[in-house]
């Protein structure tokens, strides 16, 4: 993967278990490059976040089924993030 900090996250993923996981954990959650390990993730949230970084969790997301038409089809597969900050640290956007 190329080493550009802003290929690695896709975007944040804002939704209602993101925001109660941000508020109780200081935990948020973003979709990544499929390509990315923790280290890279950790590494761009820190540069583009300006916070520390103490935990980072993956998963890889299988598509869903979807009907296209008469025919059946699947989303893409996605992998998230979930990264885990300081304390008193927190990211604005959630």
Not at 36 to 62: F, P, W
């Amino acid at each position: 993967m190329e080493n550009n900090i802003y290929n690695v996250i896709v975007r944040p993923l804002v939704t209602e278990k993101g925001t109660h996981q941000s508020t109780r954990h200081n935990a948020y959650a973003f979709e990544v490059n499929a390509d990315a390990n923790k280290a890279q993730i950790r590494q761009a949230v820190e540069k583009i976040y300006s916070v520390k970084v103490l935990e980072v969790r993956t998963a890889n997301r299988k598509g869903k089924p979807r009907r296209y038409g008469r025919r059946m089809g699947t989303t893409s597969h996605w992998k998230k993030a979930v990264v885990v900050l300081h304390s008193d640290q927190h990211i604005d956007l959630f």
